[in-house]
Nanobody, 130 residues
Framework: VQLQASGGGMVQAGDSLRLSCAAS?????????????MGWFRQAPGKDREFVASTRRSGGGTYYTDSVKGRFTISRDNSKNTVYLQMNSLKPEDTAVYFCAAGRGIILSQVRSDGAYNYWGQGTQVTVSS
């Protein structure tokens, strides 16, 4: 099982980035990816990892932390086993390592909890300068 995150980089405040996370391995085969809740979390230096956004299994809704609402959009392409995070109007406080995560059977009240996710990607660095 592998979650490969990509798309990070160094940008200026106000710029945009799109992160991608491709899932591979037996756990995601045969249309199984569509049954997973996919999430993005981030961790800034010296801070705990925090929830950013998630998308539940197809048709199950999307969820965001308040600080990114209206700026970030999570989406998924089940045909490509990939989840995306479109980040617009980036701010210096968005600087962090961004991780994608996958989990099955996550109930609504747990989508923001990193402990509910079974699989994690390696992280991609996003740096926003002012």
């Amino acid at each position: 099982v592998q979650l490969q995150a990509s798309g990070g980089g160094m940008v200026q405040a106000g710029d945009s980035l799109r992160l991608s996370c491709a899932a591979s391995g037996r756990a995601f085969s045969d249309y199984a990816f569509s049954t997973y809740t996919m999430g993005w979390f981030r961790q800034a230096p010296g801070k705990d990892r925090e929830f950013v956004a998630s998308t539940r299994r197809s048709g199950g809704g999307t969820y965001y932390t308040d600080s990114v609402k209206g700026r970030f959009t999570i989406s998924r392409d089940n045909s490509k086993n990939t989840v995306y995070l479109q980040m617009n109007s980036l701010k210096p406080e968005d600087t962090a390592v961004y991780f994608c995560a996958a989990g099955r059977g996550i109930i609504l009240s747990q989508v923001r909890s990193d402990g509910a996710y079974n699989y994690w990607g390696q992280g991609t660095q996003v740096t926003v300068s002012s």
